[in-house]
């Protein structure tokens, strides 16, 4: 089973920090990583994704992929309290069938 | 903005009992999917869909699961025989392609076995 490992957390920040969330990946033949929030009781949102090595900045988003590493980092800029959420990183590729394969969430607590 | 839609939104039943979960997905996407959540775990993929087929699933997805897309919107997971265990929240999603496309989720029914 490929694994998709994350700090469980919880991560607290306060108002107006940044937030970085971590997730290592082990399935080495990976090619697509995303960020989902997850509120509490909801469904998983489509923050972010990245393809390539490198960073990819998306307003406040910024997400980083280091492939040699197995490593995507997402750093949130200007936390805010609605920014408190399970931040779920996901994996797919030709190993799974491109069926994505979901860390356990990092839990992050903006506080005012 | 489209959306995908579940209903409903609580299913309970008795262990041992047949369910039925159903799924709109978005019109214009061509791959459909089931994940689940355990309270407190992570979501976990169960199928994938396309062009009236099956594409993968995992071990979860055993002989007690089947999924269905009986016309030109919807998409269903039945349950034949539920167990306990089967008590989870199940996310319908869909995608335009697969490989390096988005998935979006719908907002899930939380299934509670008896």
């Known amino acids: 089973q490929k694994e998709v490992e994350q700090n469980s957390g919880p991560l607290s920040v306060p108002e107006g920090a940044i937030a970085s969330l971590n997730c290592t990946y082990s399935d080495r033949v990976s090619q697509s990583f995303f960020w989902y929030r997850q509120y509490s009781g909801k469904s998983p949102e489509l923050i972010m994704s990245?393809?390539?090595?490198g960073d990819k900045e998306d307003g406040r988003f910024t997400a980083q992929l280091n492939k040699a590493s197995q490593y995507v980092s997402l750093l949130i800029r200007d936390s805010q309290p609605s920014d408190s959420a399970t931040y779920l990183c996901a994996v797919n590729g030709p190993n799974s069938g491109y069926a994505l394969n979901f860390g356990k969430g990092t839990s992050l607590l903006v506080t005012p | 903005e489209p959306e995908v839609t579940q209903t409903p939104s609580h299913q309970v039943t008795q262990m041992g009992q047949e369910v039925i979960l159903r799924c709109v997905p978005i019109s214009n996407h061509l791959y459909f999917y089931w994940y689940r959540q355990i309270l407190g775990q992570k979501v976990e993929f169960l199928v994938s869909f396309y062009n009236n087929e099956i594409s993968e699933k995992s071990e979860i997805f055993d002989d007690q699961f089947s999924v269905e897309r009986p016309d030109g919107s919807n998409f269903t997971l039945k349950i034949r025989s539920t167990k306990l265990e089967d008590s989870a929240m199940y996310f319908c999603?869909?995608?335009?392609?697969?490989?390096?496309?988005?998935?979006?989720f719908g907002s899930g029914t939380q299934l509670s076995v008896l």
């Open positions: 999603a869909s995608s335009v392609g697969t490989e390096n496309e988005k998935l979006f």
């Open positions: 990245i393809y390539s090595n």
